[in-house]
Nanobody
Framework: QVQLVESGGGLVQAGGSLRVSCAAS????????MGWFRQAPGKEREFVAA????????TYADSAKGRFAISRDNAKNTVYLQMNSLKPEDTAVYYC???????????????WGQGTQVTVSS
C-alpha cells in the first residue's frame, strides 16, 4: 500500500512557474507508475502527466506538453511536477496517484493523494 501527500501548490501569476511535489510512503515505491491529475471546480478530473516506475518513460496531456515536466526520485520516494508558462486555465486542484501495472494515462490508479491547490492569476 502507498500513502501520498502533495505539497507546493499556491498562487502564481500567469507566465510564472511552480513545482508541486508528492511524497510517498509504503512498501516498494519503485513498483508504481506515478501520475498527476487535476480537477477544476465544476469540471471532471483530467490527466496531466505520468512517469513509469523507474522513470524511463513519460507521457503528457496535450495541454501540458512543452510546459510541464514530470520527474521522480525513488531514493526520496517523491514525484514532482514542474509547471512553467502557467496559464489561468491551469488553475485546479492537482492530485498525484500511484498505479500498479496500469497504463500511464489511465484513470484507474490504485492510490490517490488529497490534492494541492494551484491558482494562476491573469
Amino acid at each position: 500500500q502507498v500513502q501520498l501527500v502533495e505539497s507546493g501548490g499556491g498562487l502564481v501569476q500567469a507566465g510564472g512557474s511552480l513545482r508541486v511535489s508528492c511524497a510517498a510512503s509504503g512498501r516498494t515505491f519503485s513498483t508504481y507508475a506515478m501520475g498527476w491529475f487535476r480537477q477544476a471546480p465544476g469540471k471532471e478530473r483530467e490527466f496531466v502527466a505520468a512517469i513509469s516506475r523507474f522513470g524511463s518513460r513519460t507521457t503528457y496531456a496535450d495541454s501540458a506538453k512543452g510546459r510541464f515536466a514530470i520527474s521522480r526520485d525513488n531514493a526520496k520516494n517523491t514525484v514532482y511536477l514542474q509547471m512553467n508558462s502557467l496559464k489561468p486555465e491551469d488553475t485546479a486542484v492537482y492530485y498525484c496517484a500511484a498505479g500498479d501495472r496500469k497504463p500511464l494515462d489511465s484513470f484507474e490508479y490504485d492510490y490517490w493523494g488529497q490534492g494541492t491547490q494551484v491558482t494562476v492569476s491573469s
